[in-house]
């Protein structure tokens, strides 16, 4: 099942379900190319969100990755065999000509 949540609504989809595992991975992006010379996989225990600013913060012991200016998340349960997708559409209000996507995988 496919869903476009707002923050608030991920919060609350997550409350008492909170992930094990959060994975990002520069080679799952829309905008990674085969030949960026660099290649990241970082793996994250903890998903901290925020409403106002709209923001959606993750943390491993003393590592965080922060994605700020959140317009919404979409969330899909049933795309990956790894498990919940969550595309993180980030972006300023003047229109959608800015966004700028970044996928998560939740387990």
């Known amino acids: ?3 476009i949540m707002s923050v608030g609504d ?4 997550y409350e008492g379900r909170s992930p094990r ?8 992006q ?3 190319k085969v030949e960026n010379p660099l290649k990241a996989s970082l793996a994250f225990t903890s998903m901290v969100m925020a ?4 923001v959606i ?6 590592n965080t990755l922060w994605f700020e200016r959140v317009k919404g998340v979409i969330v899909d349960a049933e795309r990956s065999p790894l498990g919940t997708v969550l ?3 980030c972006g300023d209000t003047s229109g959608k000509e800015n966004d700028i996507h970044y996928t998560l995988i939740a387990s």
Request: hydrophobic share 30%; net charge positive.
């Open 87 to 89: 595309d993180i559409i």
């Open 21 to 28: 595992r959060i994975l990002f991975c520069t080679e799952n």
């Open 10 to 13: 991920l919060k609350r989809y």
């Open 1 to 3: 099942m496919r869903r």
């Open 51 to 54: 409403c106002n600013p709209n």
């Open 30 to 32: 829309a905008w990674c």
């Open 57 to 62: 913060c993750l943390k491993n012991g003393e």
